[in-house]
T-cell receptor, first 112, second 115 residues
Framework: AQRVTQPEKLLSVFKGAPVELKCNYS??????LFWYVQYSRQRLQLLLR??SRESIKGFTADLNKGETSFHLKKPFAQEEDSAMYYC??????????????FGKGTHLIIQP | DAGVTQSPTHLIKTRGQQVTLRCSPK?????VSWYQQALGQGPQFIFQ???????QRGNFPDRFSGHQFPNYSSELNVNALLLGDSALYLC??????????????FGPGTRLTVL
């Protein structure tokens, strides 16, 4: 069974400090990994996916297959980064791509 | 393009009743997925519809059923409602590429309360 674990329910850092949101996954094959973000009163939106290897809003995430992790990082946090962050996994079964499996989310608060 | 739209925004039902939630996908998308998000939890995959058929299903009972129409819009039906069905129901649309799908775009959700 596939599983996504986000160990921190809440993470509070000061503006300008580095941020790391942890994500570990369990899956027997080669999954796709995503980070979704939900700002206050907005809908869930894609932040980045591991296959695109992009940096979005200063965030990066590297897939570590050995440690089965996909941690989200940003070197200098900004107040507008305060939001709910979800790590998600998509596996593949006989019928093709599966639905997304989400972690429980980490509430990131950036203090001024 | 308004993106993914869902109706209604909020809904209150009593135990044992039946409910239908609706979703219109983003323009150009042909695949609709439904998720249940309980309070304090991440979204949980219910099922996915493509070409008017259920293509994938998560770990949800048969009380949860769906439909996709020729215009790609979709409905989620829940029968014999339980208190535990109270949640935010999210619809996500995407474009299928072979057996895979591109990025999923989420709607604002329908908040269902079961009393």
């Amino acid at each position: 069974a596939q599983r996504v674990t986000q160990p921190e329910k809440l993470l509070s850092v000061f503006k300008g400090a580095p941020v790391e949101l942890k994500c570990n996954y369990s899956y027997s094959g080669s999954p796709e990994l995503f980070w979704y973000v939900q700002y206050s009163r907005q809908r869930l939106q894609l932040l980045l996916r591991h296959i695109s290897r992009e940096s979005i809003k200063g965030f990066t995430a590297d897939l570590n297959k050995g440690e089965t992790s996909f941690h989200l990082k940003k070197p200098f946090a900004q107040e507008e980064d305060s939001a709910m962050y979800y790590c998600a996994l998509r596996g593949y079964s006989g019928g093709g791509a599966d639905g997304l499996t989400f972690g429980k989310g980490t509430h990131l608060i950036i203090q001024p | 393009d308004a993106g993914v739209t869902q109706s209604p925004t909020h809904l209150i039902k009593t135990r044992g009743q039946q409910v239908t939630l609706r979703c219109s996908p983003k323009s150009g998308h042909d695949t609709v997925s439904w998720y249940q998000q309980a309070l304090g939890q991440g979204p949980q995959f219910i099922f996915q519809y493509y070409e008017e058929e259920e293509r994938q299903r998560g770990n949800f009972p048969d009380r949860f059923s769906g439909h996709q129409f020729p215009n790609y819009s979709s409905e989620l039906n829940v029968n014999a409602l339980l208190l535990g069905d109270s949640a935010l129901y999210l619809c996500a649309s995407s474009l299928s590429v072979g057996t895979s799908t591109d990025t999923q775009y989420f709607g604002p959700g329908t908040r269902l309360t079961v009393l």
